[in-house]
């Protein structure tokens, strides 16, 4: 088995923590797991992960500015790359989780994040998986990733949903956009009792696409708020990587 997969939705839904659970969960069956933080403005995810912040991946490519002035008839990637061709000095890893970010704003003024969103495009689109290696790409909230194109070179699109009807509403236009990209598209219902779960199900055009269901833990809670490693295993996340797996 081998997976490309995109975490999204709207901002405070749990994309980080989901993709951290997730990653935790494919290692602990073996599996290789790459997490790209794509998310310019998050400085949790590696905390999350246990992991130090890597360098912006970016600057392989001269930088931001550089890689925005390039001459975009020439490609980004001249050959085909695996796991093993990405920088060591690009990557936090512990055992067999990596982290790779692909840039972030550091800096008051220093411009927009465009050229951040094509690079994680481009890499996307050329990287090669071997067998038991999963990516897992933690996006900016919302959709601009998919005008980015990002998306169009994952397996799979998980929507992140807290019971909110901004994040009803935003679940609808993703799985609409994920279809214009032939994606396959799966619901996760996060920090949500049981009433909101029923709620949010009744609200969601297309229920069969729910894989998961995960209510409020509380260790998780105070963990992310003191910036600890998440370590607690949820059945929850075994049950999803359980489904994921059968669509590989």
């Known amino acids: 088995m081998k997976m490309k997969i995109i975490v999204c939705g709207k901002g405070g839904c749990g994309k980080s923590t989901i993709s951290t659970l997730l990653a935790r969960a494919y290692a602990e069956r073996g599996k290789k797991v790459l997490v790209i933080d794509s998310d ?23 930088g931001k500015d550089e890689f925005g002035n390039r001459d975009n008839s020439l490609p980004v990637f001249d050959r085909r790359w695996t796991l093993a061709d990405i920088p060591a ?11 790779m970010a692909i840039g972030k704003i550091h800096e008051a003024g220093e411009g927009c994040a465009c050229s951040m969103g094509t690079l994680a495009r481009c890499f996307l689109e050329n990287i090669d998986l071997a067998k038991n290696e999963v990516i897992i790409t933690d996006t900016e909230a919302g959709i601009e990733h998919f005008g980015r194109g990002v998306d169009r070179y994952a397996d799979i699109v998980l929507v992140i949903m807290d019971p909110s009807y901004e994040s009803l ?11 214009q990209f032939g994606r396959k598209v799966f619901f996760i219902i ?15 055009h297309r229920p069969e696409g729910i894989i998961g269901r995960i209510g409020t833990d509380d260790q998780i809670l105070l963990d992310g708020l003191k910036g600890n490693p998440l370590t607690t295993e949820l059945r929850e996340i075994t049950e999803i990587v359980d489904r994921l797996e ?3």
Request: charge should be negative.
């Open 40 to 62: 310019e403005s998050n400085f949790g995810l590696h905390r999350q992960l246990g992991l130090e912040l890597p360098r912006d991946f970016i600057a392989w490519f001269g």
């Open 89 to 99: 000095e690009y990557l936090a890893t512990d055992g067999s989780i990596s982290l």
């Open 169 to 179: 509403k935003l679940g609808e236009k993703i799985d609409g956009m994920g279809a």
């Open 190 to 204: 996060n920090r949500a009792n049981a009433e909101q779960q029923a709620l949010v199900e009744k609200s969601i």
């Open 246 to 248: 059968l669509d590989a």
